[in-house]
Nanobody, 125 residues
Framework: QVQLVESGGGLAQAGGSLRLSCATS????????MGWFRQAPGKERDFVAA????????YFADSVKGRFTISRDSAKNTVYLQMNSLKPEDTAVYYC??????????????????WGQGTQVTVSS
């Protein structure tokens, strides 16, 4: 069992930046693929980014590619989502997730075993 706690959400202007953090409990952080998803009001939860256990491979949704980066710090058991050039359409609740799978695309929410409570990101135009 692992607990995930997101932080760093808030209000930003279009073109601005925010950095989300997801702190994990336990000593097994390195055994999980970590991902970020987001859910806007009335919409499904969508994939944003994922990072493999080693941190050597990262994946991004087309809508955020080139603007967002994902990284992980094993010493702090934390994964980050750096969001630059924010757009109003990035407004959503952002969720951190952990997957025990060793293969797959990691683009789908059903591939993840543990979820955080979410943090609100609001981008004003």
């Amino acid at each position: 069992q692992v607990q995930l706690v997101e932080s760093g959400g808030g209000l930003a202007q279009a073109g601005g930046s925010l950095r989300l953090s997801c702190a994990t409990s336990g000593r097994t952080f390195s055994t999980y693929v970590m991902g970020w998803f987001r859910q806007a009001p009335g919409k499904e939860r969508d994939f944003v980014a994922a990072i493999r256990r080693s941190g050597g491979s990262t994946y991004f949704a087309d809508s955020v590619k080139g603007r967002f980066t994902i990284s992980r710090d094993s010493a702090k058991n934390t994964v980050y989502l750096q969001m630059n050039s924010l757009k109003p359409e990035d407004t959503a609740v952002y969720y951190c997730a952990a997957s025990r799978l060793y293969s797959g695309s990691y683009y789908h929410s059903f591939q993840y075993d543990y979820w955080g409570q979410g943090t609100q990101v609001t981008v004003s135009s």
